[in-house]
């Protein structure tokens, strides 16, 4: 194994968006199982140590690569189009009303049925989003406009956790 190896390139599958994500679990299990620890007791601490950062780098890989959003963020930026959320927070006008109304419908939502509503208007866009970028990134290999969709969808992503605050606090 190589540490400089990319996360598909490790995983041992393609470039791409879309992945299964049995085969990536399956994977995984055996990566790990090729880098314990404990199958290098008998070689010493130091090939322990090495064995513990194999390990490390293959479940930070594994997080990347089950996670629709870490996937893609990841691809954008193997890619040369970095993501940029914590300076670039330009987004399409229609958007940005989309959101003032879901904020609103937040704010009012008064019943566990108005979250559910709004949680599957707001699974509906995500599901929408990463469509858009499986086609973005694996048939147009158009990164740039990937990344303005993954940051859409961090906002959303951020409005679910916020439905679920509300969800949590009217339970209460």
Known sequence: MNLQTDDFELFGVPR??????AALAARWKDLQREAHPDRFAAQGAAAQRVAMQWSVRINEAYQRL????????????????PI?????????????????????ELDDARSQA???????????ARREALARCEQLIDQQSDFAKAAQEIRALMFIARFAHDVDVKRDQLGQ
Request: hydrophobic letters at 45%; one cysteine or more.
């Open 16 to 21: 791409q968006f879309a992945q299964d994500a």
């Open 66 to 81: 089950k996670d629709p959003l870490k996937r893609a963020s990841y691809l954008c930026e193997l890619n040369g189009a």
């Open 84 to 104: 940029g959320a914590e300076d670039n927070t330009a987004m399409p006008t229609a958007f940005l009303m989309q959101q003032m109304e879901w904020r609103e």
């Open 114 to 124: 108005a979250l559910d509503d709004l949680d599957d208007m707001v699974q509906a």
